[in-house]
C-alpha cells in the first residue's frame, strides 16, 4: 500500500515566509527550492507533479513536504550532523593562541611554521602547521601582517587643521591656497639593459640592476582650488631654495594673497623665511601642518601621483634627464589639471 503525502495547509504568516525565502535573491538556493517545494504541495499538488516541475527526485519532494508537516517552518533547516570529533581540545587551541599572540624570543613576527615548532619544542603538543594555520583562521589571528598607525600628539592640532580645512574649504576673497612642500632624494636610476616589453600573460621587465647617476630635490606648489601644479628641481633643499620658488610665486600672482600650506620642516621656518615674508608687505601668510600629519597638505597627494606614474619604473640616464621628465610630467599634468576633492571637515580622525 502506498503511503498517502500528508496535506499542507499553510497559515498566512507562514506562506509569507516561504514567499520572501522564494523572492530574496540572497536567499540560499537549497532553501528557496524547499519554500518551492512546500507552496506547491499547498496547492494540492502531489510529489511527483512537484519532482517534475522543479527537476528533482521524487524522494526529494517527498523528505521536504514530511519534514515540513511535522515541524513547519523549523522542519526546513539542515539537522546538525555530528561529524568528526575534534581531535585538539579547548586547552590544545589555546595554546596555539597564546603562542602566536606573544612575541618572538629572535625574529620580530612569527610564521605558522615557528608556532608549529614552538608548540611542539615547550608545550609538547604534535600537529601540523595546517592545522596550526585553520586554528588562527578561525579566529581572524594573522601572526605574519602588521598594520602601520598615525595619530598626530601636536597639542595645537584641532586648532592648526582647522585653518589648514578652513582654508581648503572656505578660502578668504582674493586668496589664493598654495599647498608646498618639498621631495627630497629622488634617485636618478638608470638601467644597464633596456626593458622588455609586455607580451600577452607577461608584464613588462626591468633589469634587476641600476646605476646611480645622483639624486634631486623637488619642491612643488598646488593651486588647491584649480589643481596646477608649479615645481622645480635643485641639487639641495634649504631655505634658500625655499625663499626663491615661493617668491616667483608671489611674482606670478600680484594681485592676490597668497596662503601657503606647509609642514614643519626646518627650511620652512627658519629666520630667513620668516624675514622674506614680511617684506611682502601682508600678502604672503603661512599655515603649517600639525606635527605628524602632513597628509593634510594636499601636496602630498600629488607627489604620490608622480611616484607612481613617473619615478617608479621611470629610467633615466642623468640628473638632468631625470629633471627634465619630472618637468614634462608637471606641464602634462596641467593640461588637464583639476582640484581634489577634499571631502575631510576637521572630524576626529585616526590614519592607520
Not at 222 to 239: F, N, Q, T, W
Amino acid at each position: 500500500m502506498s503511503r498517502v503525502a500528508p496535506t499542507i495547509i499553510l497559515a498566512p504568516e507562514e506562506r509569507e515566509a516561504l514567499n520572501k525565502i522564494v523572492r530574496t535573491h540572497r536567499s540560499e538556493q537549497r532553501m528557496a527550492q524547499r519554500a518551492r517545494i512546500i507552496l506547491m504541495a499547498s496547492e494540492g499538488l502531489q510529489n511527483q507533479r512537484i519532482a517534475e516541475q522543479l527537476s528533482v527526485s521524487f524522494g526529494v519532494v517527498s523528505k521536504w513536504r514530511s519534514r515540513f508537516a511535522e515541524s513547519r517552518l523549523d522542519g526546513l533547516a539542515d539537522h546538525e550532523r555530528p561529524g568528526t570529533p575534534r581531535r585538539y581540545g579547548h586547552d590544545e587551541r589555546l595554546a596555539v593562541i597564546r603562542a602566536s599572540c606573544r612575541r618572538p624570543a629572535v625574529e620580530s613576527h612569527w610564521s605558522i611554521r615557528d608556532v608549529t615548532r614552538t608548540l611542539s619544542n615547550e608545550y609538547g603538543l604534535k600537529m601540523s602547521h595546517m592545522t596550526v594555520h585553520r586554528i588562527l583562521s578561525q579566529i581572524d589571528l594573522k601572526p605574519h601582517q602588521c598594520q602601520s598607525w598615525l595619530e598626530s600628539q601636536d597639542p595645537e592640532f584641532e586648532a592648526k587643521q582647522a585653518q589648514i580645512v578652513g582654508l581648503y574649504l572656505n578660502p578668504p576673497d582674493n586668496a589664493l591656497v598654495i599647498c608646498v612642500d618639498e621631495k627630497t632624494g629622488i634617485q636618478a636610476l638608470g638601467r644597464p639593459m633596456p626593458a622588455k616589453p609586455m607580451a600577452p600573460g607577461k608584464p613588462e621587465r626591468q633589469d634587476a640592476h641600476y646605476v646611480r647617476h645622483g639624486t634631486q630635490s623637488l619642491i612643488a606648489a598646488l593651486l588647491a582650488h584649480e589643481g596646477k601644479v608649479y615645481g622645480a628641481c635643485a641639487d639641495r633643499h634649504r631655505s634658500l631654495e625655499f625663499v626663491s620658488f615661493v617668491n616667483s610665486l608671489v611674482d606670478a600672482f600680484p594681485d592676490k594673497d597668497l596662503y601657503f600650506i606647509l609642514d614643519n620642516l626646518s627650511s620652512h621656518k627658519s629666520k630667513v623665511v620668516r624675514e622674506w615674508a614680511e617684506t611682502k608687505g601682508g600678502r604672503v601668510h603661512f599655515a603649517y601642518t600639525p606635527t605628524r600629519a602632513s597628509w593634510l597638505n594636499q601636496i602630498e597627494l600629488w607627489f604620490s601621483i608622480l611616484t607612481r606614474k613617473v619615478l617608479k619604473r621611470g629610467v633615466f640616464d642623468s640628473k638632468e634627464d631625470l629633471v627634465k621628465t619630472i618637468m614634462a610630467f608637471i606641464e602634462r599634468h596641467n593640461e588637464t589639471a583639476k582640484p581634489f576633492a577634499w571631502t575631510y571637515k576637521g572630524d576626529p580622525l585616526k590614519v592607520e
